[in-house]
């Protein structure tokens, strides 16, 4: 088997990919490809030529991890599609699984596309930070028109087959074996004359069209550059000749392709799959099979942790200690799915399954049978333990018993059961039905299968999962722990609570600091701060923030914070506020200055850059990249910035370390060490700094 097998079937030549897992547009492809066309050229028995995947796919998409290459090196995917559009004989694609980016291109250039009907085409680009480079933006609006391709293009979500043949992108959709299917079409079409060329089409679309679009990606892609160009480029597939647009998309995909948001884009991709790899871990270590859940806390976090698994049409059983929680827990998963009913993405035959196999219970014994046990009350130790011990007696042998403690230390919980083994953390994000990140935390006595079993889990219920080890907070809240200080501190120094959120907004965060802290509850930190000063035998922690909150003002659920909140529930800023912190600063003699928000964004991203480097050393995280996850998936730092860890490798680490020296703060040994060394954390994870 070679990378493209030619096989005649009759007068058809059958060229065949075979570059796993997803076929991507690698070295070696094209060159397949063209000696293909050379053949099915020089044989003038070959009447025409089918274009089909081995393996579980068609071209997933150009190779993304070519994108830094040399040009010289990098596969020519344009090269070889100028040939095929201009190719003398009918060319078929014959697409199953997916036919995306890259994949989707090569299919557009053909003469014709059949696909089975399960398959699924796309432009997924965007969400790389790039744009359909090999005439995409020019060929999908003249076969679907402007409209629809922006959605796809826009969106980057890939389309089925069936309504792929609706609007025309596929010719026919093949029932049975797509091979024979392909050749049989490749017979019927061999004589086709003259050959449909999408790029001798014309594409529709409306000037409203593209103003809509630009006025969309404002919500929906603030700040990004790949978005505009593609909306640019499907303009001029409606206005100007085909070779002009393909012109101009080569030059902007280069832009796009080199900018910091394509390589931070980029940069997630691999982390969120490097991610569920661990370390130590083989592919063939033994996973037990899931098949019921136990939850125990119907609050808000059991209520949502628990629709993840109904969602997956796993049945779980949920505990509580009182009837009218019970009912109350059960009450607010069915307004939820009703709530999704309502909004036509889900029938109310759904939300009905989904409740059917949820079953209520006040008697924890009732989890005898199930396969994995996940306890989700209240932040105390004590209850936690107790808890582990009565699971203990309760639980099946091989039972997964697991803690969605946010901050808890998991060993100690798991030292009260005889068997810690089996005994792991599962940190879910509020609101847990929605957040895609899973913190899993492994313990000193977490098995492997139990860790591998969890980390199947999560992809089962469609999480991220990211592997952490157990200190303080985990990475994620130990990282914003740093964070939320550095923020206080600068209001302290002189900066209004609105200029430092509005520095971390442009930065692309949806929220920031202190929005995010009036959405949470300022009461919860305030609560913390005062259990650890009594712990610590410290003074009443009575900081500018303490205040607040005792003055009853806790966050959005009292109306009011750090900001106020009306109906429109937007953050505005409280005289009252501004008054208390003057007041605060002139009590500690601090002379309040002027903060720039330069100075705000870098020390806020640097400090969790900083405690991300600790955590790295510590070898809590097992990768930089593993942070980046965290963060964009459960805290909401822009994926086009690739994380806290990546924008620092952008910035240059060199300058991170000056930048913390300059505030005041002392780099980490690990930043250190890497700036001095001119490395990165990227470099870092590959194995360049770690012995
Ligand atoms: N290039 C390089 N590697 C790729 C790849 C690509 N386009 N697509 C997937 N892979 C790799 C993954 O990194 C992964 O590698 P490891 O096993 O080493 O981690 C492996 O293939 C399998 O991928 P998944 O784990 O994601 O497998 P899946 O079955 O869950 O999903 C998929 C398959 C839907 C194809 C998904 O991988 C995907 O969405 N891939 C990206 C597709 C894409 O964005 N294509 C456009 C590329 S850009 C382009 O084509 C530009 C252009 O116009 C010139």
Request: hydrophobic share 40%; net charge negative.
């Amino acid at each position: 088997m070679s990378i493209v097998d030619q096989i005649r079937q009759g007068n058809v030549l059958v060229l065949t990919i075979n570059n796993p897992p997803v076929n991507a547009f690698s070295p070696g492809v094209p060159e397949g490809l063209h000696a293909g066309l050379d053949a099915a050229e020089q044989d003038q028995a070959i009447k025409s030529v089918v274009i089909i995947g081995g393996g579980r796919t068609f071209i997933a998409g150009a190779d993304i991890k070519t994108f830094d290459l040399p040009r010289e090196q990098s596969p020519d995917l344009r090269g070889f599609i100028v040939r095929l559009d201009a190719f003398a004989k009918p060319t078929v694609a014959a697409i199953h699984g997916t036919a995306l980016g890259g994949g989707l291109e090569v299919a557009l250039a053909c003469t014709y596309r059949v696909a089975v009907k399960d398959a699924m085409l796309g432009l997924p680009e965007v969400k790389l930070g790039v744009l359909p480079g090999a005439g995409g933006t020019q060929r999908l609006p003249r076969v679907v028109g402007a409209q629809k391709a922006l959605e796809m293009m826009l969106s980057g979500n890939p389309i089925k087959a069936s309504e792929a043949a609706g609007l025309g992108l596929v010719d026919e959709i093949v029932d049975g074996d797509l091979l024979t299917g392909a050749v049989k079409f490749a017979e019927a079409h061999a004589d086709a004359r003259p050959l449909p060329r999408i790029s001798e089409k014309t594409a529709e679309g409306s000037p409203e069209v593209f103003a809509a679009a630009r006025e969309g990606i404002k919500k929906t892609h603030r700040g990004q550059l790949a978005p505009s160009f593609i909306i640019d480029l499907a303009e001029k597939a409606t206005t100007t000749p085909f070779q002009e647009g393909w012109d101009a998309e080569a030059s902007l995909f280069m832009q796009a392709k080199d900018s910091p948001q394509s390589r931070g884009l980029r940069h997630i991709f691999f982390a969120e799959r490097e991610a569920g790899k661990i370390a130590g871990l083989g592919k063939d270590t033994p996973q037990s099979e899931i098949k019921s859940v136990g939850i125990i806390g119907a609050g808000t976090m059991g209520g949502g942790i628990a629709m993840n698994f109904l969602n997956a049409g796993m049945p779980v059983m949920i505990v509580e200690t009182a009837q009218d929680a019970l009912d109350r827990g059960l009450a607010t998963i069915r307004k939820n799915y009703e709530n999704t009913a309502k909004k036509g993405r889900m029938t109310q035959d759904d939300v009905e399954k989904r409740m059917g196999l949820l079953t209520p219970t006040l008697d924890m014994a009732d989890l005898k049978d199930a396969d994995i046990i996940i306890e989700a009350v209240f932040e105390n130790m004590d209850v936690k333990k107790d808890i582990f011990t009565k699971l203990d007696g309760i639980a099946k042998p091989g039972a997964i018993l697991a803690s969605n403690t946010s901050t808890l230390d998991v060993n100690e919980i798991a030292s009260v059961t005889k068997r810690p083994e089996s005994v792991i953390g599962l940190h879910f994000f509020s609101p847990a039905n929605v957040m895609k990140l899973l913190e899993i935390v492994r313990a000193d006595k977490t098995s492997a299968s139990v860790l591998a079993t969890s980390m199947a889990l999560a992809k089962k219920i469609k999480k991220v999962g990211v592997v952490v080890g157990v200190c303080d907070g985990f990475v994620g809240n130990r990282m914003i722990h740093r964070y939320s200080d550095e923020a206080r501190q600068l209001v302290e120094a002189g900066a209004a609570p609105q200029d430092v959120d509005a520095a971390m907004n442009g930065l692309g965060l949806p929220m920031g600091p202190f929005q995010m802290g009036d959405m949470a509850g300022l009461d919860i930190g305030y609560a913390i701060r005062q259990h650890q000063a009594k712990v610590a035998g410290k003074p009443k922690p009575d900081g500018w923030l303490d205040r607040i909150v005792e003055k009853g003002r806790k966050g959005q659920k009292t109306a009011a914070g750090i900001y106020d909140y009306g109906e429109d529930r937007k953050p505005k800023p409280n005289a009252e506020v501004t008054q208390l912190l003057s007041n605060y600063r002139a009590e500690q003699g601090i002379t309040p200055r002027e903060v720039g928000q330069e100075e705000a964004a870098k020390r806020l991203t640097y400090s969790l850059v900083n405690e991300g480097a600790k955590i790295l050393e510590e070898g809590i995280a097992q990768r930089a990249g593993d942070i980046d996850v965290i963060y964009i998936y459960g805290y909401g730092f822009p994926a086009y910035r690739g994380g806290p860890m990546q924008y620092a490798d952008e910035q240059g680490l060199k300058n991170v370390v000056a930048d913390l020296e300059q505030y005041g703060q002392t780099p980490a040994p690990l930043l250190k060490q890497l700036a001095d060394a001119g490395g990165t954390f990227a470099g870092w994870d590959k194995g360049a700094g770690r012995g």
